[in-house]
């Protein structure tokens, strides 16, 4: 008896190994995703402007980036005790205008460099829905607790996106010609959009995503890995919810966690990533008795496991 339709997948071509070099970018899910490629030590560098939703957010990053944009001062505001910047998430948000300006400036500079060297650049889309600020007409990437009358809320059209993806496309090209391309929609409900504006928003997205992969001039760097279609038609159930009904809990999380690690994960790093599992529960354990003889053994062939891991990769870093 089947009891679960299976989206069919296919190990990607250029699959991902401990020389691999990820840069991702997006919404919420993409830090989920990108927790769990830094929990097995991947090279890996995840949204240095903090979350961004929508396709004209991350084009925005991408382009100062490149064209080395700095930030000052008249570009950021104080409100609520903070100094924040409409390009950035509020998680980059500080009580201090310098800290801030000096951590918008430093981001891009990580970013320009991140799009330069990356193997794999991750880009997952959240939502079709932005916020044009009144007052300058600039499409922001967070409002910041701002009165939503200073805003005129928009939802992207396929053309709008699709020639937003475009160029992000392009402008990565014109300094990284090899980065190979994955974009996916994330699963993570936009329902304070309302529930027609979220499947509204969704169906943009995703087709706006399909003009551009189909498009014979973009090449072969570009890929699809389905997120979305995994939680909406793989785990058709509020028990793979968090208890806010709108983003996917762990359990759905690891498991769409392990389709990509089937698609995009060379079988050849498998026994790597075996020993950094191991280790990282062992730097989790919590032992009975700290000073027992047994834990220190426990600690020091812990240690003889990090060693290893790190004599072979120098840049793997573990907590300690």
């Known amino acids: 008896m089947k009891l679960q339709t299976q989206i069919p ?69 104080f ?35 991140k799009l330069q060297e990356a193997t794999h650049i991750i880009i997952t889309l959240g939502t079709a829905w932005t916020y044009t600020a009144n007052e300058t007409g600039k499409t922001v990437a967070n409002c910041h607790k701002v009165p939503q009358k200073e805003f005129n809320k928009l939802l992207l059209s396929v053309d709008e996106i699709t020639f937003s993806l475009q160029r992000i496309a392009h402008q ?31 169906s943009h997205l995703i087709t706006a995503l399909n003009n551009l992969l189909g498009d ?13 279609e995994i ?34 994960i060379s079988d050849a790093v498998r026994a790597i990533m075996k020993k950094v599992e191991e280790v990282q529960r062992g730097l989790r354990h919590r032992a009975f008795n700290p000073e027992g003889l047994e834990h220190r053994k426990f600690r020091v062939a812990l240690q003889d496991r990090i060693a290893y891991l790190k004599d072979t990769y120098p840049f793997m870093e573990f907590d300690s």
């Open 79 to 113: 409100l609520n005790d903070r100094w924040h910047c409409f390009d950035a998430h509020s998680s980059v948000s500080d009580i201090s205008k310098e800290k801030l300006l000096g951590n918008l400036n430093a981001q891009l500079r990580v970013t320009q460099k």
């Open 231 to 264: 939680m909406m038609d793989e785990l058709r159930d509020y028990r793979f919810y968090a208890a806010d009904m709108v983003h996917p809990n762990e359990l759905a999380i690891d498991y769409i966690w392990e389709k990509f690690r089937t698609v995009w």
């Open 9 to 77: 997948l296919t190990k990607a071509d250029h699959q991902i190994d401990y020389a691999s070099k990820l840069f991702l970018l997006g919404s919420c899910f993409s830090e989920n995703m990108g927790a769990k490629l830094d929990y097995y030590k991947f090279q890996t560098v995840q949204n240095p402007f903090g979350i961004l939703f929508h396709p004209l957010a991350i084009e925005n990053l991408i382009s100062r980036a490149i064209k080395k944009q700095f930030y000052s001062e008249n570009e950021v505001f």
């Open 172 to 202: 990565i090209e014109t300094v990284n010609k090899n980065a190979q391309l994955i974009f996916t929609i994330s699963p993570v409900r936009h329902l304070k959009d309302g529930f027609i504006e979220n499947q509204r928003s969704k």
């Open 216 to 228: 014979p001039s973009f090449g072969a760097r570009g890929y699809y890995f389905p997120s979305y």
